[in-house]
């Protein structure tokens, strides 16, 4: 039977739809609600005076709760287990949702946004922009661009254009010879979208995403920052230093915990194996495990939205 604990079952599940999000306009989580692409078109910005980019932005439709499979088959392709198992998972995961909602009012959706309670039992998603599967147009600029009536304002009492029928007629032609080379330079600037070539849902690939790593516990080992003798007793304490290095350190009971280890020496691997993460981390024993955290705040929410400044790679939750 599949197991998987609280932590890697939420990561797990956001991680495919991310995946999925990035690929379809719409993904439906059973049981919680389906995730909408909304496109908006290249218009004409007037106070700019310029024609604007299209966009791609998320919605969520908590009407639209279906199982649909496709989110099941995700799972069931990656994971290597059952169809019934991965409806059962996903069930587990909104389940999680709902109560993490409840009690902190606030639930990320990893990189894609994060959800937030309003009026009693009602939720809210509130995406993050330029991120994954938000807007596929990132990297396009808005086109300055000047209408016939502006050129002629400008013009007006610097040039002297001859008023008969074939000037006219030439500056129109001109103008709408830029026009079409400002439209062509527009629809033909190629698009990058960051397609992370992991083997989530895809169909006829190749490329084999790399499992989780399972590290054994080793009770003897010696860990390189010194921890204190009460988190030696099992009282949940961060680990004390002279000066404090976190990507983000408002102080707080609020933690962005990146990796949760059974050992000392475990953690010494891992921030050997992280060398861009090692100076910003420290590390808390709440009398079991070892965790290693790069941000602390008083508001969950703040962190949630740093998470998704953290490099890619890394899988990261809040603890509170």
């Keep these: 039977m599949y197991n998987c604990g609280y932590i890697c079952m939420m990561i797990s599940l956001n991680e495919h739809i991310e995946y999925l999000m990035m690929h379809h306009d719409c993904v439906i989580i059973p049981g919680w609600g389906a ?3 909304q496109y908006t078109d290249s218009v004409y910005d007037s106070k700019a005076k310029a024609l604007t ?3 791609r932005r998320l919605g969520f439709n908590a009407s639209v709760n279906h199982n649909d499979g496709m989110l099941a088959q995700s ?7 059952s169809y019934d198992q991965a409806v059962r998972f996903i069930e587990q995961n909104v389940a999680i949702y709902s109560r993490q909602l409840a009690a ?5 959706l990893g990189r894609l946004g994060y959800f937030k309670r309003v009026g ?7 995406p993050f922009d330029r991120e994954m599967g938000n807007d596929q147009y990132f990297g396009l600029r808005n086109v300055p661009f000047v209408t016939l009536d502006e050129l002629d304002n400008e013009n007006e009492g610097a040039i002297i254009v ?16 830029a026009v079409l080379l400002v439209l062509s330079i527009l629809l033909t600037t190629p698009i990058i979208v960051n397609r992370n070539n992991h083997a989530f849902a895809g169909l006829n690939t190749e490329v084999k995403g790399p499992k989780h790593q399972v590290i054994e516990a080793e ?13 030696k007793t099992g009282t949940a304490q961060a680990v004390a230093q002279q000066s404090s290095n976190l990507l983000l350190d408002e102080g707080g009971s609020c933690f962005l915990v990146i990796a949760s280890l059974n050992n000392p020496k475990q953690v010494n691997e891992y921030l050997a194996a992280h060398p861009d993460m090692a100076p910003h981390a420290q590390v808390m024993h709440n009398g079991k495990y070892y965790q ?8 969950p929410s703040r962190l949630y939205s740093f998470m998704s400044r953290l490099p890619r790679g890394y899988q990261a939750w809040v603890l509170n």
Excluded: D, M
């Design 53 to 55: 980019c299209p966009k």
């Design 35 to 37: 995730l909408v692409a």
């Design 75 to 81: 799972l069931v392709r990656r994971e290597g287990i």
């Design 219 to 231: 009770e003897t080992a010696e860990l390189a920052v010194a921890l204190p003798e009460s988190a």
């Design 292 to 299: 290693v955290y790069v941000a602390r705040s008083y508001q």
């Design 120 to 126: 009693g039992n009602n939720a809210e998603f509130v």
């Design 104 to 108: 902190n009012g606030e639930l990320s």
């Design 162 to 177: 001859e008023k008969g029928w074939w000037a006219r007629k030439a500056i129109r032609t001109a103008a709408s010879v």
